[in-house]
């Protein structure tokens, strides 16, 4: 039951256009970046957790992107547990 | 007949949605904080426009895990009227009310303006006072208004009938100039399959009255009246009847 953080990584789905990270492609492009293929923009979260076992920790973490953090319709998510 | 308007932390819309309902129609309204866990007495619910909790995370993401919202939730799942504009469209989305997401507007800007908008089906209770085909003038004001669902929801949404509204030129033709936002198949407005639920992005609050230079939007308002009072005796009262007070 050590205090843990949870990293949750949310990205628009592949099959969604991403107009945010098209601009900035856009953008990157103009600077002179022109090996940059593509650009997609997510989120990223931290999460202090306290008194969960690593298996609840990932359960939970696990509900919570799913449930809260990413919208199904248009999102995904992966996430990592660290001590 | 009462109406309910929803006020979250961050609402904006919700005494322009009061004063459409009250003042202008003068039917029976009152504000509902985000913290009823009930909607006593309401025959219709509407989710006004605004920034709910800021918009953070997503928008109507923190909003539809509100208290208010399992009311609204099982008043919609009984049949009641339920209205979204704007925020309040995204907020059903969010809840699972409506199918689809909300996306940034293609040029990601926030877009103020009047856009045109064509009613594609007078078969719901928010439409049934409009022509079909009509063109309503009304303004759209809103960062997140680009539609999206997957392909398979819109072909259900086609065949349901559920689009409402897309937008088109002021004689009601669908061009992609007129999409103001990017929207999947010109959508501005969809309901739900039983009809009872609809989102829209353009806000009818705000076009009431001549002077806000347009009254158009007047005519969903009307609707729900409409609606509401020919079921007055019948399915709508059971569905006031059986949510507990």
């Known amino acids: 039951m050590a205090r843990m953080k949870a990293h949750v990584w949310v990205m628009p789905k592949t099959t969604v256009l991403d107009p945010q990270g098209q601009t900035i492609h856009h953008a990157l492009t103009s600077l002179g970046y022109s090996k940059v293929q593509r650009v997609r923009q997510g989120k990223f979260f931290v999460l202090d957790l306290d008194g969960l076992s690593a298996e609840e920790a990932k359960t939970q973490v696990e509900k919570i992107a799913r449930e809260v953090l990413t919208n199904p319709v248009i999102e995904e998510f992966r996430y990592e547990i660290v001590a | ?245």
């Open chain 2, 1 to 245: 007949m009462k109406f309910g308007v929803v006020v979250f932390p961050g609402s904006n819309c919700d005494d322009d949605a009061y004063h459409a309902v009250g003042a202008v129609l003068g039917e029976h309204v009152e504000f509902l904080w985000h913290r009823s866990e009930q909607i006593p007495g309401c025959d219709a619910i509407i989710l006004p426009g605004g920034f709910a909790f800021g918009d953070y995370l997503r928008t109507g993401a923190i909003a539809r895990f509100s208290p208010v919202m399992r009311a609204v939730e099982r008043f919609a799942r009984r049949g009641g009227l339920v209205l979204g504009i704007c925020n309040g469209f995204q907020i059903l989305l969010e809840a699972g009310l409506l199918p689809g997401a909300m996306l940034r507007n293609r040029d990601l800007r926030f877009i103020c303006r009047h856009v045109h908008i064509r009613v594609e089906n007078t078969d719901t209770s928010f439409t049934c006072a409009a022509r079909a085909g009509q063109v309503l003038k009304v303004p759209i004001a809103h960062m997140e208004g680009n539609y999206f669902c997957d392909p398979e929801t819109l072909a259900d949404l086609e065949r349901n009938r559920q689009i409402v509204f897309r937008y088109t030129t002021p004689e009601g033709r669908l061009e992609d100039s007129a999409n103001p936002n990017g929207s999947l198949a010109a959508i501005a407005g969809i309901c739900n399959r039983e009809r009872n639920v609809m989102g829209m992005m353009p806000h009818p609050e705000r076009a009431v009255e001549a002077p806000l230079g347009s009254a158009d939007g007047l005519v969903i308002f009307r609707s729900m009246v409409e609606s509401l009072t020919r079921h007055q005796t019948g399915s709508n009262a059971e569905v006031k009847a059986s949510v507990p007070a």
